[in-house]
């Protein structure tokens, strides 16, 4: 079984950026694409970005394209994502998550998460 850890949330002012990390353990990492959510408060989690097992190929929620970057090293089987010129309604608990294909083709691939990180963008 995955087990996922995130770490790098805080609180940062609006145009202020933030680089969010996601150590996992527990199984062959850079064979599965790996995916980022976020879920504000009385809203449902949502899609952010996702990366293939290579890092060859990337998906963005139309909110955060041009903004976020997704990146996975391997060799330290870390998944990161660096968030750039945050808006207060980036406000929300970012969460890793572990897909179960080399590439993503929608949210159902992923089946483990982790406990989230929360992100706070004040104006």
């Known amino acids: 079984q995955v087990q996922l850890v995130e770490s790098g949330g805080g609180l940062v002012q609006a145009g202020g950026s933030l680089r969010l990390s996601c150590a996992t353990s527990?199984?062959?990492?850079?064979?599965?694409?790996m995916g980022w959510f976020r879920q504000a408060p009385g809203k449902e989690r949502d899609f952010i970005a996702a990366?293939?097992?290579?890092?060859?190929?990337?998906y963005y929620a139309d909110s955060v394209n041009g903004r976020f970057t997704i990146s996975r090293d391997n060799a330290k089987n870390t998944v990161y994502l660096q968030m750039n010129s945050l808006k207060p309604e980036d406000t929300a608990v970012y969460y890793c998550?572990?897909?179960?294909?080399?590439?993503?083709?929608?949210?159902?691939?992923?089946?483990?998460w982790g406990q989230g990180t929360q992100v706070t963008v004040s104006s």
């Open positions: 527990g199984r062959t990492f850079s064979n599965y694409a």
């Open positions: 990366i293939s097992w290579s890092g060859s190929s990337t």
């Open positions: 998550a572990a897909g179960s294909r080399r590439y993503y083709s929608g949210s159902s691939d992923f089946g483990s």
